[in-house]
């Protein structure tokens, strides 16, 4: 009974398009959910996530779920995600993806998901990580650890989505490094991220990572500037 007088006069809206959802509905409406511009990225080896690492990293595979587009619904979920504490976006499309992932042919599988950290001053601005909701549903899915000790940010950086794709690129090459034992050589880690651009990122991010004696680099983000 309760619950529902708070629905009548706080009506759960739709994370996309702020349509009130129906009962049947969560975090997206239906029609939300069949307009997402899915990648399917994931049946292409040579789609255009791998591309942006061609000549630079290593990596056993890349890929994103969506396409983001400027004042689409994607910018949409990822503002909502980012600045309004919405972390259900990320669980929902965490579980959704991690369905598509299932379905690689890897060499080696995933011993652990580890998600792009943010700066202990940048988290504590935010209150939390954008990247944690969508990576912990991945790493359920997938039955892979979600390990959030091993890759830390070093340095403190502004918003990136402030700058233009060349200022993104600039002094990012050192701000990450790894906290790392014997136990963690020759493991594939995962690397999540929210919206692939250049690429910078995680790029600096695998380069940390490779620190460690042996290990493969994957990386999934939730979607890919289009």
Request: net charge positive.
């Amino acid at each position: 009974m309760f619950n529902y007088i708070i629905d009548l006069f706080f009506p759960k809206v739709c994370a996309g398009c702020h349509s009130v959802l129906m009962t049947y509905e969560s975090v997206l409406c239906t029609k939300c959910r069949h307009e997402l511009p899915l990648t399917q990225y994931h049946l292409d080896p040579e789609n255009e996530a791998v591309k942006k690492f061609y000549g630079k990293i290593a990596i056993e595979h890349a890929s994103a779920f969506l396409y983001f587009n400027k004042k689409g619904i994607v910018q949409e979920l990822i503002h909502n995600l980012k600045y309004k504490a919405q972390e259900e976006i990320g669980t929902v499309l965490g579980h959704w993806y991690a369905e598509d992932l299932k379905k690689l042919q890897l060499e080696t599988p995933f011993h652990a998901l580890i998600p792009v950290p943010l700066h202990k001053r940048k988290f504590k601005e935010r209150g939390y990580n954008q990247v944690t909701t969508f990576g912990k549903a991945l790493a359920e899915s997938l039955d892979t650890p979600y390990d959030d000790t091993i890759l830390y940010r070093k340095t403190y950086t502004k918003t990136q989505s402030k700058k233009n794709l060349s200022g993104r690129s600039e002094n990012i090459e050192n701000i990450f490094d790894v906290r790392f034992s014997e136990e963690h050589h020759y493991k594939h880690f995962l690397i999540v991220d929210d919206v692939l651009t250049t690429g910078a990122t995680l790029e600096a991010c695998s380069r940390a990572l490779l620190k460690i004696p042996g290990v493969k680099i994957s990386i999934v983000c939730m979607a890919i500037a289009h």
